[in-house]
Every structure is written in structure tokens, then in C-alpha cells.
């Protein structure tokens, strides 16, 4: 909906009275609110005087800018699998337009919703609230219809194969497939199965990309940029997929990764990708821009790997003390769900002077637009 037309509601007027005063047709009227047509200069000043200034020349390039424009792409790739391949050109590609959708959700009557004839499918082999609720509205505001799988209730649990599953939505020509799995490697099998763009929403411990972009794009908008950060990222780094996907996004984009966990929690081999491995907090937080920190991942593991609970936050939990070795403007960040008292303090984790979290979840929808439209489009 244009601002204008939102004046004439709240204002309980009439199209037909207002192109009266401003001396136009009602169907003029029409096509200036449409975005298919811009008022001249001398329409735009009697609409700004007629509103007392509450609707700007903005009002009307902008709408019209959202509505008809096409982005340039530097992402080629049918399906978003993880971010390792991905090189420097093509994340910023996805984090570009990412800044677009997060403008447009301050205010959802600019949604263009340009795919309504468009279907995403969420196929969530694991239970999942932010990224399958994300994904979900970020569909819904492109304008596509979605459907979510009830894996419970489906031919899976009567013991029908992955590749049975893919077959089958294959067939009926869906544009995206979301999955996440409990095995690594599950969203390549699907992919060279079926036609449509598939996007990673999580495979096992291997990778979690659009976590991965969405912290990038939190990272860049806080601190301006991500080349030359130092950002370390601490906790369960053996089980976590998310440890993975950022690791290899955030040293693609310049920075330098501090790992800091445990050595029974440090998967051996990590340092490969570029990251120096600390085994404390105080010397792994040293000259630190972010900390990142991460839940352990009990559903993934074997066997104990940590005395108690009480004891892991004694010298792994981020609270005001262990942050004091970063930088004095440090921000703190968590994909959550967050385990307060074990991996971060309760305190600490509600400042949102300090913290990221909701920023997370919030530009969490408009990455995942950027990541379906860029899919898309290449599709096309």
C-alpha cells in the first residue's frame, strides 16, 4: 500500500475527493499509487502542501523504485548448500539485497510481493522455530505460497527414503525446497534429485549457511564492515554446524576467527580453515570486535563431554568479567536457542546494549528473502 493511500484511510477521505483537489483524474490518481506512473513536479507540490508535508516526493520514487526495479546478481548458483565455494563477490551479493528487504519489512505495505505465483516447501527432518518460522514469512512477503511438510504425519515415517521424498515433490514442480536433516550431506543428495533451487537450513554438523549470512549481515550493519574484524566464536565448536558455516564465511570476507572451546569441544583439523584455536576465554577474547557464542549441542553428541553445567559456565560461560577481555565495544551474539546460566549469562544475554540477539532473529527474514529471490531469478 502507497503512504498516500494510507493518509487517505487514516484521513476517512476519498481517491475521488482528493484528485478533485489536486485537479487530476481519479484514474491518474490511480497510477501514481500504483507506482506505474510518477506525478509531475507541479502534482508533487500540491500533494506535499495538501498533506502538510507527511507525504514526500520519497514516497512516491521510492514505491515506484521497489516495485519495478530488477537487482544486479553476482550469485549464479541454483541451490544455496553451504557456504563453503562461495566467494567474496557472491556473499556480498546476498548481503547486498539483504539491506533492500530489511527496508522494505520496516514497513510490509511496500512489499511488491512479485512471486504470487511461486511455492517453497519447508522439508524439517529436525525440530526448528526460528529458521522454519523465518523461511516461512520470508516467502509470504515475496508473496509465494508456501507449505510446510508434517514430517510426523508423512509417508516418511512409514519408511519411505529420502530420495522416495524427493521424487515425490519433485512431481509437482514446487520453485524452492528448504531442508534440514540430521545428516550431513542430506541437501546434495536432494539436490541432484530434483529441478527446483534447494537451500541448507541445517545438515547435521556440516553447515548452516543462512545463519552464517544472516550473522554477516548484523556484523556489517553494527560494525560497518567485516574485513579486518576479529571476531571469536566460542563454546560446542565440535557438533556445530553454525561454528562451520561462519568460520568459512567470515575469513572469505577478511576476518580473523578466534575459536575458543574446550579441547574435548575443538574438532581436530579446524585450524584448516583459518581459525587460531584458543582453550581459554581470557586469552581467546583478547583485541575482540565480536563474540560469538554457542549453545552445546546435546542432541549431537555422544557421551558427556563436560563435568556439569555449573562447571562449563564457570570457565566457558560469557558473563561481564570474561567479556572484559574483548574490546571495550564488543558486541555479543548467539543463534540461540539460548541456554542462559550455561553458555551465556542471563543478564547479559537481555542487554541489547551489548548483545545482537534480536537483531538476529529480525534480519533473519530478509536474508532468507535475498537467498529465495536470488535462487529464483537464477532459476529463470
Known sequence: MHDLDKWIIDKGVSRKSIANDLKISEATLSRYLSGERIPKPEIMNKIVNFTDGQIKPESFYFFKKEEQSFFKSNFSNKNLLGIDGLNEKEITSLLDRSEHFSRLNENIFNHPKKYNNRTLINLFFEDSTRTKTSFELAAKRLGMNVINMQIETSSIRKGESLIDTAMTLNAMHPDILVIRHSLSGAPYLLADKVNCGVINAGDGQHEHPTQALL???????????????????????????????????????????????????????????????????????????????????????????????????????????????????????????????????SELADDIDRTLILEQVELGVAIRMSVIEHLINNKN
Open 215 to 345: 550473522d554477516a549481515l548484523v556484523i556489517r550493519r553494527r560494525k560497518g564492515k567485516i574485513k579486518g574484524l576479529n571476531v571469536a566464536i566460542c563454546g560446542d565448536i565440535a557438533h556445530s554446524r553454525v561454528a562451520r558455516s561462519n568460520i568459512k564465511l567470515l575469513s572469505t570476507m577478511g576476518a580473523q576467527v578466534n575459536l575458543i572451546a574446550p579441547k574435548n569441544l575443538m574438532p581436530s583439523g579446524i585450524e584448516s580453515l583459518g581459525a587460531k584455536i584458543y582453550n581459554t576465554m581470557k586469552t581467546g577474547l583478547q583485541n575482540v570486535d565480536i563474540v560469538m557464542i554457542l549453545r552445546l549441542q546435546h542432541e549431537r553428541m555422544q557421551g558427556s563431554f563436560i563435568p556439569s553445567p555449573r562447571e562449563y559456565f564457570r570457565f566457558y560461560g560469557l558473563d561481564r568479567d570474561k567479556l572484559a577481555y574483548a574490546k571495550n565495544n564488543a558486541l555479543v551474539m548467539h543463534p540461540g536457542p539460548i541456554n542462559r546460566g550455561v553458555e551465556i549469562d
